[in-house]
């Protein structure tokens, strides 16, 4: 792990460039955005176990599967390693995955992302009870907004992935996420993972409508919507810790289009989101449930 329509963000009125250096940008974010759609992502927690035993070689299987963009978690702690892997196999990271809201050292994780070529990072789990009452929430908030800035300086952007927690604690009756976007800063982004939210009971594409280009990056996952996972947690000492019937809900992930989420309306909801392909868990080969996700991805979005 590392995923109701939200308030939309504030709105800012932009500074009025001239029109070489507007159409310039314009440009550059379009084909930034034609890149992200055409050339899908994946999240290497996906084949944690492949990477634990030789990052070099699962760096190198994930991209002759086809991917040439790769979503590192922790990178912080390997990010020699993880430079030499990218670099041996061609492929880039746009986004990465790291705990910095409760860091003591963020600025070494942004660093870190900086030296491999990082555009966005990622904040990918704080656990359900710190996601309980509006203080935690306001203090969570904060928190972001303050590692935005921060990201900001180093021409990073900073963002949360979220779990089903965000959308079934409820705060005055709506949702803890809802007003947690609602706090947060223009310049802090947000990786949806769609899978996470539909069990946490939002409408996915309607939320993505909802957020629009806030939404950097989108997490693909498909399988079994259980009304019983919707409040099965994971520890709150970390994401790994699960119950059995969370370790099923898991294990019931399928690619992208063989399950219950509408990964199409999804897709057609952000259209300029980054696609990064993730499993938590895969009963079979996750290098093949990867790839098949991969060419779902193709013929399909």
């Keep these: 792990m590392s995923g109701w329509a939200a308030t939309p963000p504030r709105s800012r009125t932009p500074s009025s460039p001239s029109p070489t250096t507007d159409l310039h940008g314009l440009t550059a974010h379009l084909n930034q955005k034609e890149h992200f759609v055409s050339n899908p992502s994946v999240q290497l927690y996906s084949v944690r176990d492949a990477v634990d035993e030789n990052l070099d070689e ?3 299987r994930v991209a002759e ?3 040439r963009n790769v979503e590192p978690y922790a990178f912080h702690l390997r990010t020699a390693d993880y430079k030499r892997a990218f670099a041996a196999s061609g492929v880039q990271a746009p986004s990465g995955h790291a705990p910095v809201i409760d860091s003591d ?3 070494s994780i942004f660093d870190a992302a900086a030296e491999l070529g990082m555009t966005t990072v990622i904040d990918p789990f704080i656990p359900t009870d710190r996601w309980q009452t509006s203080d935690d929430v306001h203090r969570i908030a904060d928190r972001v907004n303050e590692l935005t800035a921060q990201a900001k300086e180093r021409g990073l952007e900073f963002g949360y992935h979220n779990h089903q927690w965000e959308f079934t604690n409820k705060v005055e009756g709506r949702p803890v996420y809802d007003l947690f976007v609602e706090l947060l800063g223009p310049d802090t982004v947000l990786e949806v993972d769609t899978f996470w939210a539909t069990v946490g009971g939002a409408d996915a594409p309607a939320l ?3 957020l629009g280009d806030r939404v950097r990056a989108l997490h693909i996952k498909d399988g079994t919507i259980d009304e019983d996972i919707r409040n099965v947690l994971p520890s709150s000492e970390s994401a790994l810790i699960v119950p059995e019937a969370l370790k099923a809900a898991f294990e019931n992930q399928t690619p992208a289009g063989q399950g219950d989420v509408d990964v199409k309306a999804i897709l057609e909801a952000a259209p300029n989101a ?3 392909v993730e ?4 009963r079979g080969d996750v290098f093949e449930g990867i790839a098949e996700s991969l060419a779902w991805l193709t013929a399909n979005d």
């Design 65 to 67: 599967i086809g991917f």
């Design 208 to 210: 993505l409508r909802s």
């Design 274 to 276: 980054l696609r990064v």
């Design 105 to 107: 050292a963020p600025g």
């Design 58 to 60: 699962a760096v190198a």
């Design 279 to 282: 499993f938590d868990a895969y």
